[in-house]
């Protein structure tokens, strides 16, 4: 091998170095942008979730938006309908996540499992089916209409 063959050799290789070298910080870019994503779509709902927090606490503020709470008869049932969307809401950053990558399928389906209980009870049926506007993803809409028609709801015991 001569001493051309040599620097020849050595420029291939520091050359694929580089090439190696940029396609790496280019996916590390692209990893970056989808936590940033998700982190994006999670403080958005945790913003909407604290709303949701405020008429919990004080029920008198569901009656800022009156459609949302016409079916309310007292406070307790405006409590019981927003403490339900905010359990949707910490299932839904969970959905989002698992969708996009962020969250491992062993703790989405532990979540699953939890939110198909959750969906037989009388309270987030009651919630699920009421015509008050929720602000969810599109996807994560259609997601909850096939688990919500995939359970039984539980019996009330007399």
């Known amino acids: 091998m001569t001493l051309q063959e040599v620097q020849l050799a050595f420029q291939a290789l520091s050359s694929l ?19 940033q994503h ?12 604290h709303l949701r927090e405020m008429r919990v606490s004080d029920p008198s503020l569901a009656n800022v938006y ?5 079916f309310a008869r007292n406070p307790e049932q405006i409590r019981e ?12 950053i969970v959905w989002f996540g698992y969708t996009h990558g962020q969250v491992p399928e062993d703790y989405f389906r532990s979540w699953e499992r939890r939110m198909r209980d959750i969906a037989s009870e009388e309270s987030f049926r009651f919630m699920w089916s009421t015509p008050s506007m929720k602000i969810m993803h599109d996807d994560f809409q259609s997601y909850m209409t096939t688990l919500m028609n995939s359970v039984e709801p539980k019996t009330s015991k007399s």
Do not use: C, P, W
Request: proline share 0%; net charge neutral.
């Open 17 to 35: 170095a580089i090439a190696g070298g940029l396609i790496y910080t280019a996916l590390q870019f692209k990893k970056q942008r989808e936590a």
């Open 38 to 49: 998700f982190a994006n779509f999670a403080k958005l709902v945790e913003a909407q979730m």
């Open 66 to 70: 009156r459609h949302d709470v016409e």
């Open 81 to 92: 309908y927003f403490f339900n969307l905010m359990q949707l809401s910490v299932f839904e």
